[in-house]
């Protein structure tokens, strides 16, 4: 089994910082893609950003510039570095880790999020 856990979220004003952070532990051989997902209430969950093991990254069109993906493959650690934050970036901020386990497939894995808010 993997966990993922995130932690860095809260409450920041707009135009504010905040770094998320994702761990990642449990029966790893290999991850492959890691990402950040967010859902605002009452909206469907969306892709913020995506990070290959290689390094390369996507980004929705409305982070592109604000927000920063970066990973730590030695520690399996994940980041999302998001700077002139604005209100609708207030969501649940989820993690995501496609890992080969050393027993196990190729699966896709979840954190349980961390709230982002940012207020006016």
């Known amino acids: 089994q993997v966990q993922l856990v995130e932690s860095g979220g809260g409450l920041v004003q707009a135009g504010g910082s905040l770094r998320l952070s994702c761990a990642a532990s449990?029966?790893?051989?290999?991850?492959?893609?890691m990402g950040w997902y967010r859902q605002a209430p009452g909206k469907q969950r969306e892709l913020v950003a995506t990070?290959?093991?290689?390094?390369?990254?996507n980004s929705a069109d409305s982070v592109k510039g604000r927000f920063t993906i970066s990973r730590d493959n030695t520690k399996n650690l994940l980041y999302l570095q998001m700077n002139s934050l604005k209100r609708e970036d207030t969501a649940v901020y989820y993690c995501?880790?496609?890992?080969?386990?050393?027993?196990?497939?190729?699966?896709?894995?979840w954190g349980r999020g961390t709230q982002v808010t940012v207020s006016s």
């Open positions: 449990g029966s790893i051989l290999r991850i492959n893609v």
């Open positions: 990070i290959t093991s290689g390094g390369r990254t």
């Open positions: 995501n880790a496609e890992v080969l386990g050393f027993t196990e497939p190729t699966t896709r894995y």
